[in-house]
C-alpha cells in the first residue's frame, strides 16, 4: 500500500521564488526551503511514495508542479483556492503543518482522521495550535519548548548545501547581520543598534548588513549615531553565501517573538561561527560554532568570539560534518519520527 505525506507549507497567496523551479535537478540545486526539501529527501529514501505540498492559490497562478522520481514516486507542489478542497482528494499516511495558521486548525478539528498522523510545528505566538486544532505531535525548535510543550518533540533545520557552503574567502568584514526590516517587531534591529550604540568596541567593527528595507535601518543608525554598518539591500542566497563568507561571525538577533530563524542554519552551514541571541529560538543539538549572549554581555561575547575566530572557525566546520549534514539532519528527524509512533 503506498504511503502519502502531506506539507501544509503556508496559507499564503504568493508564489516564492523557488516556484520558478520546474525540473527536479534545479529545483534541488537551487531551492532553499528546507520544508520543501526534507519531504523530497524523504521520497528519496523511500519513507514515502508520493507528497503533495498544498499552497493557496495566487492571483497568478502558474499550475501544479510535478516531480516524477524513480519507481513512480511523485512530488507534487500543489495550489487549491481553498484548503476545504482537500478532502476531495486520497488520505494521506501523515501530514505536516508548518506556521500554525487558523485554517490548519479548522481543517483538522473537521476531519482529524482524514490527515493520519498529524505534525504541527508553528512559528512565534503561534507555537502551540491557538484555534483549536488536533494534532498527535507538536514539533519545537527551542530547549524551553520541549520542557513546557505537552506532546512535544524537537524539529531540526539544516539548509541546501549546494548553496550555503565554505568558501574560504578572504575576511572583508567583522560581522554579517542578515535581517529584514519588514520583520522589525521579531528581528532584534533597534536592540543591535542601539547596543553598537552603547559599545566603543562594537563601534569599532566593520558590520555589513543585508536584507530589505535598510532604509529603515539608516534611520535608526542616525537616531543612534551608529556609523559603522554597511547596508547592501536583500542578496541572493548564493550572494549571501559569499558575504557570510567573507565574515568573521554572523550574528541573530531575533526576540522570543520570532520563529527559529532560517538565516541561523544559513550561517553556520557557510562556516561562519555565529553568534545567538540567548532568548532566540534554537535547540542545543547546535552546539559547534554556536556562541550565545545576554542582552547585556553583547560586547563582551562578540569581543570573545573574534579574539579566538580559529577556534571557533574549526568548530562550526567540524559542526558542519557531524551534526548538521542535510542528510544527517533529514534522518535524525525521522528517527524521531518513527520513535514516536509517526
Known amino acids: 500500500m503506498s504511503k ?4 501544509f507549507r503556508s496559507n499564503l497567496r504568493i508564489l516564492e521564488g523557488y516556484h520558478k523551479y520546474t525540473n527536479l535537478e534545479d529545483f534541488k540545486l537551487k531551492c532553499w526551503d528546507f520544508y520543501l526539501l526534507f519531504p523530497l529527501w524523504l521520497l528519496e ?10 499552497r493557496l492559490q495566487p492571483k497568478k497562478f502558474q499550475g501544479d508542479i510535478i516531480f516524477n522520481l524513480p519507481d513512480g514516486k511523485k512530488y507534487i507542489q500543489r495550489w487549491i483556492k481553498s484548503f476545504q478542497e482537500i478532502f476531495k482528494y486520497s488520505k494521506p499516511s501523515l501530514s505536516f ?6 485554517e490548519y486548525d479548522h481543517i483538522t478539528k473537521q476531519n482529524p482522521e482524514f490527515f493520519g498522523t498529524k505534525l504541527y510545528l508553528g512559528a512565534g ?14 514539533l519545537v525548535e527551542s530547549e524551553e519548548e ?10 531540526y533545520k539544516t539548509t541546501n548545501p549546494n548553496i550555503f557552503k565554505p568558501l574560504n574567502l578572504d575576511k572583508i568584514y567583522d560581522i554579517c547581520w542578515s535581517c529584514n526590516f519588514t520583520q522589525i517587531r521579531h528581528k532584534g534591529q533597534e536592540f543591535f543598534i542601539s547596543s553598537i550604540s552603547k559599545s566603543p568596541f562594537l563601534k569599532s567593527l566593520k558590520i555589513i548588513h543585508t536584507g530589505n528595507k535598510y532604509e529603515v535601518g539608516k534611520e535608526l543608525c542616525k537616531k543612534y549615531n551608529v556609523t559603522n554598518i554597511e547596508f547592501v539591500g536583500w542578496l541572493d542566497r548564493y550572494e549571501l553565501n559569499k558575504t557570510l563568507n567573507q565574515s568573521k561571525v554572523g550574528i541573530v538577533t531575533s526576540n522570543k517573538e520570532d520563529g527559529c530563524p532560517r538565516i541561523s542554519s544559513e550561517i553556520l552551514m557557510s562556516g ?6 540567548k532568548q532566540t529560538r534554537l535547540l542545543d543539538y547546535y552546539k559547534g560554532g554556536v556562541v550565545r549572549f545576554e542582552d547585556s554581555k553583547i560586547s563582551k561575547v562578540v569581543n570573545m568570539v573574534l579574539d579566538n575566530y580559529n577556534k571557533y572557525s574549526k568548530d562550526v566546520l567540524k ?16 528517527d524521531l519520527w518513527t520513535k514516536n509512533n509517526c
Open 125 to 138: 505566538k503561534r507555537v502551540t495550535p491557538q484555534y483549536g486544532g488536533i494534532y498527535d505531535k507538536i
Open 4 to 7: 502519502t505525506m502531506f506539507l
Open 45 to 54: 529514501n523511500d519513507y514515502f511514495d508520493e507528497v503533495v505540498i498544498w
Open 272 to 277: 561562519t561561527p555565529l553568534n545567538l541571541r
Open 319 to 334: 559542526s558542519i560534518k557531524d551534526e548538521l549534514s542535510f542528510e544527517k539532519i533529514c534522518k535524525k528527524n525521522m
Open 146 to 155: 520541549l520542557k513546557n510543550i505537552k506532546n512535544s518533540i524537537p524539529f
Open 97 to 102: 503543518f508548518r506556521g500554525g495558521f487558523s
